[in-house]
Nanobody
Framework: QVQLVESGGGLVQPGVSLRLSCEVSGHSFSSLNLGWFRRVPGKEREFVAA????????YYAPSVKGRFTIARVNPKNTVYLQMNSLKPEDTAIYYC?????????????????????WGQGTQVTVSS
């Protein structure tokens, strides 16, 4: 059973950076597609970024492209989300997710239904 634990959230001012971490256990990390989503209370979970198992295919939501970077470090079983130039609208609970299903080469899920394991989330609040 895949388990994911996020960390790194917090309260920051607009314009600063924050790095989220997600440590994964219970499955061969190098075979997982991984994603980050976020949710604001009262709204649907929103795709943020995803990376395939090879690390060669990466996608970002238009709202974060150029500011956020997803990266995986296989020896550490960890996926990161580096968030720069944070804005108040980035305030949300951030979740990492894992996709262990067999996929076509280059597939990277951008829908919550593409993922079968989730962390509990970490709160990011951007406010002055």
């Amino acid at each position: 059973q895949v388990q994911l634990v996020e960390s790194g959230g917090g309260l920051v001012q607009p314009g600063v950076s924050l790095r989220l971490s997600c440590e994964v256990s219970g499955h061969s990390f190098s075979s997982l597609n991984l994603g980050w989503f976020r949710r604001v209370p009262g709204k649907e979970r929103e795709f943020v970024a995803a990376i395939d198992w090879t690390g060669g295919y990466i996608y970002y939501a238009p709202s974060v492209k150029g500011r956020f970077t997803i990266a995986r470090v296989n020896p550490k079983n960890t996926v990161y989300l580096q968030m720069n130039s944070l804005k108040p609208e980035d305030t949300a609970i951030y979740y990492c997710a894992a996709d262990a299903a067999p996929r076509d080469y280059g597939f990277v899920g951008r829908n919550p239904d593409d993922y079968d394991a989730w962390g509990q989330g970490t709160q990011v609040t951007v406010s002055s």
